[in-house]
C-alpha cells in the first residue's frame, strides 16, 4: 500500500508539471483560435522554435537561464507578428483547408529548416546548478525544476487570467471572441487585436517549449510529434477559454503520465478514447460554448 501511495504521488507530481507545460502552450493556440477562427496547425513551430532559441542561447553563447528563456518569449513574439502581418492575415477570410494546408506547409518548411541547423538529435539541455537536484518536502524528495516549472507556470497563468479578465486588453478579446463584428462596430481596432494576441499566444507557446524542454524534448520533429496533444487541449477545453484548455491540460499530464507509469503498453490509448468519448457528449468542449 505505501508503495502504491508512493507512485501515486509521483505520478501526480509529474503529471502536474507537465500538464502546466501543455497548457502554457496551448492556451495561446485557444484563444487565437476561438478569436480569430484560423486552423493554426503550426502553433507547435512557435514552441519549438522557443526551445532551440533559449538552447541556442545558453549552449552557444553562454547566456544565462532566465535571460535564455526571456530571449525565447520576445524573440518568438517578434517574428510571429511579422508572419502574421506577411502570411496569417491574408488566410483570415480563406476556408479551413486553405488553412490546414499553409500551416502544414509551415511545419514541413519548420522541421527541414530545424533539421538542416541543428541536425535530427534532441538538443541538450544544461540546467543552471540551483534549478538541479531535489527538493525535500513532507517526507518526499522532488526534482528541483520541476517544482519551479509548476510555480512558475502557476505565476503565468495567474497573470494571463488578469490580463484576459480584469484589463482593458482582455475586455476587447473577449468582446472580439464573442461579438466580432460588434467589437469593430464600436471602434475596436479588431487587426491590431489580433496582431497582439497572435504574439501573445506565439511567445506564450515558444515559452512553454523552452520552459518544457526537459520534459518535452526539443528536436525537428517536434510540432508534429506534440501537436496532437495541444490539439486535444483545446478541443476538450474548449476555443476561446482560459478555463477549459487548463483543466485538459491537467487532465492530460496526469493521464498520460499514469498510463506511462502503470500501462505503457496502451501507451495514448486511454486519451484518445477518452477524448472521443468527451467530443461526442460535448462537441463544443468541456468548457466551449454551444453553437
Avoid at 507512485?7 to 495561446?28: N, P, Q, R
Avoid at 468582446?175 to 466580432?180: M, S
Avoid at 507557446?205 to 523552452?210: D, E, R, S, Y
Avoid at 501507451?267 to 468519448?277: E, K, L, P, Q
Amino acid at each position: 500500500m505505501q508503495d502504491f501511495l508512493s507512485s501515486l504521488v509521483s505520478v501526480a507530481f509529474h503529471g502536474l508539471a507537465y500538464g502546466m507545460i501543455l497548457y502554457v502552450i496551448s492556451v495561446g493556440l485557444s484563444v487565437t483560435m476561438g478569436l480569430m477562427g484560423f486552423v493554426n496547425l503550426a502553433h507547435g513551430v512557435f514552441a519549438m522554435a522557443g526551445g532551440y532559441v533559449m538552447l541556442s542561447a545558453m549552449n552557444s553563447y553562454g547566456v544565462s537561464f532566465p535571460i535564455a528563456v526571456a530571449t525565447a518569449f520576445i524573440a518568438v513574439a517578434v517574428a510571429s507578428m511579422v508572419l502574421e502581418r506577411l502570411l496569417y492575415s491574408r488566410l483570415y477570410t480563406a476556408g479551413e483547408l486553405d488553412q490546414v494546408l499553409f500551416t502544414i506547409g509551415l511545419i514541413f518548411m519548420s522541421v527541414a529548416i530545424a533539421r538542416l541547423v541543428y541536425g535530427t538529435l534532441p538538443q541538450p539541455v544544461r540546467l543552471p546548478d540551483y534549478l538541479t537536484g531535489q527538493l525535500h518536502f513532507l517526507g518526499r524528495d522532488f526534482p528541483a525544476y520541476r517544482v519551479f516549472l509548476i510555480l512558475f507556470s502557476i505565476s503565468i497563468i495567474g497573470l494571463l487570467w488578469f490580463g484576459v479578465e480584469r484589463t482593458r486588453w482582455g475586455a476587447m478579446v473577449r468582446a472580439a471572441v464573442d461579438y466580432r463584428a460588434m467589437a469593430q462596430s464600436v471602434g475596436i481596432n479588431t487587426s491590431r487585436l489580433f496582431t497582439l494576441t497572435f504574439a501573445l499566444g506565439s511567445g506564450l507557446a515558444a515559452l512553454g517549449g523552452a520552459l518544457g524542454a526537459e520534459i518535452i524534448a526539443i528536436q525537428p520533429t517536434y510540432p508534429f510529434e506534440h501537436l496532437v496533444f495541444f490539439l486535444i487541449v483545446v478541443a476538450v477545453g474548449g476555443l476561446g477559454s482560459l478555463r477549459g484548455p487548463f483543466v485538459a491540460a491537467l487532465l492530460i499530464g496526469v493521464t498520460d503520465t499514469a498510463c506511462k507509469y502503470w500501462v505503457p503498453e496502451f501507451g495514448a490509448f486511454f486519451i484518445f478514447s477518452v477524448t472521443i468519448a468527451v467530443l461526442l457528449w460535448r462537441p463544443e468542449g468541456l468548457f466551449g460554448r454551444a453553437a
